[in-house]
């Protein structure tokens, strides 16, 4: 079992900034990925950004620069850096884990609440 604790989320106008923070703990591989995916109302689940433990980074289409994903030191937490937000990243985003090569044990926060006000 993995367990993933969110925090960070908020209320920030347009324009502005936020930074999302993910703990995870329990059984951890050494190998893993962890990202965040964001969901927009009445929209699906989509990535925003994911990191290895290699640090290796990957990001969603509509980030176009403005958000950056990194590790703490211990390696199993995450931060996401959002900046420039828009009103239409309003949504809930959410913290996942997964080791390298086995997508089916992957695990979900429970997601961490960001509105944007025009």
């Known amino acids: 079992q993995v367990q993933l604790v969110e925090s960070g989320g908020g209320l920030v106008q347009a324009g502005g900034s936020l930074r999302l923070s993910c703990q995870a703990s329990g059984n951890i591989f050494s190998r893993n990925v962890m990202g965040w995916y964001r969901q927009a109302p009445g929209k699906q689940r989509e990535l925003a950004a994911t990191i290895t433990t290699g640090d290796y980074t990957s990001y969603g289409d509509f980030v176009k620069g403005r958000f950056a994903i990194s590790r703490g030191n211990g390696k199993n937490t995450v931060f996401l850096q959002m900046n420039s937000l828009k009103p239409e990243e309003t949504g809930v985003y959410y913290c996942?884990?997964?080791?390298?090569?086995?997508?089916?044990?992957?695990?979900w926060g429970q997601g961490t609440q960001v509105t944007v006000s025009s």
């Open positions: 996942n884990y997964r080791p390298v090569g086995a997508n089916e044990y992957a695990y």
